[in-house]
């Protein structure tokens, strides 16, 4: 089977575990069955032993096609064989070089599960391959639709992993097949499985520790529209939910008084245009108008919000960054500055972006290798930055970026705690997600904003005389968002140079989609019926398997019910066991530590002595030469200090003396007070004192 293939039957298989929501306790649990089947697939080929747990690594990614880090594979395995062994019977030991032993394990649990599976990835890439074709796509790759659902585990890898995801693939078409087919739950349930079953994949594959919390978010232009609601109903979840999960866990939320001017200059931008945009809005659903429109908001709401800003940020708990003139300065000439003019709608928009980026370097001091260590980060829900890190695009990220998209954050803090899962359960995580993918995916080769507003412009100039109904507006727009229709540069330009060309143009791109919507709608029934008729056959398949599932679950309830009384009493007399043992137990660490205690001051004791004995060693060697040079004065003490100083002044002897006087005061001696009197350095050897195994403080 084909490596993404596997993939995804692995995220789907993933996901099934984690909502069977009473066997998951912690992060680690859900691969437990991953791993359960791999050591029943190796007895089965008749593997029952091994030198290193490397072998069943190996299994496992064979299996499952993801990257199973060795420190987890061994955790893992520790819990199998807590659980599997009993004392009647070894299933599977683990030794302690790694080395294991595997004794009639199988486990089939999922089996059934997994052929499930199988088939509906089948039929979603069936029906992906046969949504391309109505789109006239000739050679549709079916497979590209669950690479497309992975993207979001690779985008996680920027900042977990230190890598960067191709930039410049485009997956319009995979986005507008989820779009499409998320309001159908056979086919949606499918992608959402896999989504999140790519997620979990990050726990293991980049080994996600627990993230700082005294973090400061600096807040962007878009990040403020979301949670105002003047975007997307999607991006105001994401942002509301993020406020209220980092506000619980401690972060600092702050704004740049720059982005408040930004989201002022825009609001007032889309004020006075209120009622002269009709194209812009088809075609970005993130655009501010949209937003009007669901809210029933009208310019005085607009004008309201815009007087409003600084006091509703306040009411959030967003600190505003009054001096940034120290930013401004450094973006000014800045290589930020430059690539974000080539990317950004706009020279205003590039500069404030590369001024927040340079806060954002200014609160991190140095640069940042690993995510859990950063203390600052630009958070934005814009749609338009994945290409930007750090001012470049590259395959390996050394440090970390300045940027982070919200539901990129969203996704790694919940990975890093899951005790976040209190604050946002995990239909919250897929939808944030997949929206933010689907969105980012459509929006990401649109043209610039600034072409489309000319173009409206130019609609709402010549409207009466072209006849244009708003459903051909729309069509119009339809075309654009597909990218059936791209040169919108050379439209504009037929509008200033031949207006009834212009008009003609638009009327010949309306009706061609008109035409095409009449075809797709015709094909789309017909795929969307042979889809329903296999999807009724194996959801018979899913309920015959449930409903064996919930007969065995009842047998296995009835046994274990007349069996309660024996149970309670065994309970009882285990927990008089238990507390015995921790007594017992108690007086074992008591005696343990004041042995361990007792080891440690002799071998203190011990390190002390041997400076002493070299300082005796120093005094015989000062007797014996004071005794030495009165023998050689036949014992008169005048001509043996005579004696001395002739000795002292002889330039070999001398500096003999010197240097042995050198030796004495600054290394005997230091290091005689070092031992005995520098409480510091005493402390340290204990510390690195090597315990015997059988003295060893219990965890």
């Known amino acids: 089977m084909n490596k993404i293939k596997d993939r995804a039957l692995t995220y789907s298989l993933l996901a099934h575990i984690r909502n069977r929501g009473q066997l998951i306790k912690g992060p680690v649990e859900v691969f437990i069955p991953l791993i359960k089947r791999t050591l029943s697939k190796l007895n089965e080929k008749g593997v029952f032993s091994g030198k290193s747990i490397v072998e069943i690594k190996n299994e496992a990614d064979y299996l499952y096609s993801i990257d199973f880090p060795i420190p987890v594979i061994r955790t893992i395995l520790s819990l199998i064989a807590k659980e599997v062994n009993s004392e009647n019977e070894i299933c599977f030991v683990l030794f302690q070089d790694d080395a294991f032993q595997i004794k009639n394990y199988t486990f089939t649990e999922f089996e059934e599960t997994i052929r499930i599976h199988n088939v509906e990835l089948s039929n979603l890439e069936k029906l992906y391959k046969d949504f391309c074709e109505t789109l006239g796509e000739e050679k549709p790759d079916s497979l590209s639709i669950l690479e497309f659902i992975e993207k979001s585990r690779f985008s996680l890898s920027k900042y977990l992993a230190h890598k960067h ?19 159908i739950p056979s086919v949606y349930d499918t992608i959402r499985k896999i989504y999140l079953g790519s997620i979990l994949v990050g726990y293991v594959e980049y080994r996600t520790e627990a993230v700082k919390t005294n973090v400061e978010l600096l807040l962007d232009t878009n990040f403020i529209l979301g949670l105002f609601d003047l975007n997307t109903p999607e ?69 309201r919000i815009t007087d409003n800003l600084e006091n509703d940020l306040g009411n959030y708990g967003i600190a505003i960054v009054y001096d940034t003139t120290k930013y401004k300065n450094l973006a000014k000439y800045s290589n930020e500055f430059e690539y974000l003019k080539t990317i950004r709608t706009s020279e205003r928009s590039a500069f404030h972006d590369a001024t927040a980026i340079q806060y954002v370097r200014n609160k991190r001091i140095k640069k940042i290798r690993e995510f859990e260590n950063v203390n600052c980060w630009f958070l934005n829900n814009s749609l338009n930055r994945d290409k930007y890190i750090n001012g470049k695009n590259v395959n390996e990220i050394e440090f970390q970026p300045d940027l982070i998209r919200a539901d990129d954050f969203l996704n790694i803090i919940w990975l890093s705690n899951p005790q976040i899962t209190r604050n946002i359960n995990m239909d919250e995580v897929v939808e944030i997600g997949l929206s933010s993918l689907v969105s980012l995916s459509l929006t990401a080769s649109l043209p610039k904003l600034s072409i489309i507003k000319e173009l409206d412009d130019n609609i709402s100039k010549y409207a009466e005389e072209s006849n244009l109904s708003d459903e051909d507006i729309l069509r119009v727009a339809t075309r654009i968002t597909t990218k059936q229709l791209t040169d919108i540069d050379g439209l504009n330009k037929l509008a200033n140079t031949n207006k009834e060309e212009f008009v003609k143009r638009l009327n ?5 989609q008109k035409e095409i919507e009449e075809e797709k709608i015709k094909k789309l029934d017909k795929v969307l019926k042979d889809f329903i008729d296999k999807s009724s056959s194996l959801a018979k398949i899913k309920t015959d398997f449930e409903e064996k599932s919930k007969k065995i679950d009842e047998r296995i309830t009835n046994i274990t019910g007349d069996s309660v009384i024996k149970d309670k009493t065994i309970d009882e007399l285990r927990n008089q066991l238990d507390i015995e043992r921790q007594q017992r137990k108690k007086e074992s660490l008591s005696r343990k530590k004041k042995e361990r205690n007792d080891y440690i001051n002799t071998k203190v004791k011990k390190w002390q002595n041997n400076v002493n004995y070299e300082l005796i060693i120093w005094g015989i060697i000062f007797i014996v030469s004071v005794v030495y040079i009165l023998y050689l004065a036949s014992w008169n003490i005048n001509l043996a200090i005579g004696l001395y100083k002739n000795i002292k ?13 050198l030796i004495f005061t600054g290394f005997t001696i230091k290091k005689w007070y070092d031992r005995h009197h520098n409480y510091s350095n005493i402390e340290n050897y204990k510390k690195n004192i090597e315990i015997p195994e059988n003295l060893i403080e219990e965890e």
């Open 508 to 512: 010949e791109e309306a009706k061609k």
């Open 649 to 661: 002044d002889d330039f070999i002897f001398g500096n003999i003396l010197f240097i042995l006087g």
């Open 235 to 303: 991006s105001t979840h994401t942002c509301r939910k993020i406020l209220e999960i980092v506000k619980i866990q401690g972060y600092k939320l702050s704004i740049l008084i720059d982005t408040i001017s930004e989201i002022r200059y825009l609001l007032k931008a889309k004020a006075q245009n209120f009622n002269m945009s009709f194209l812009q809005k088809k075609i970005y659903p993130e655009d501010i108008y949209n937003a009007c429109e669901r809210r029933n908001l009208n310019v005085a709401d607009i004008e």
């Open 165 to 183: 995801t191709e930039p410049n693939k485009d997956y319009t078409i995979e986005a507008q097949f989820v779009d499409f087919f998320k309001k």
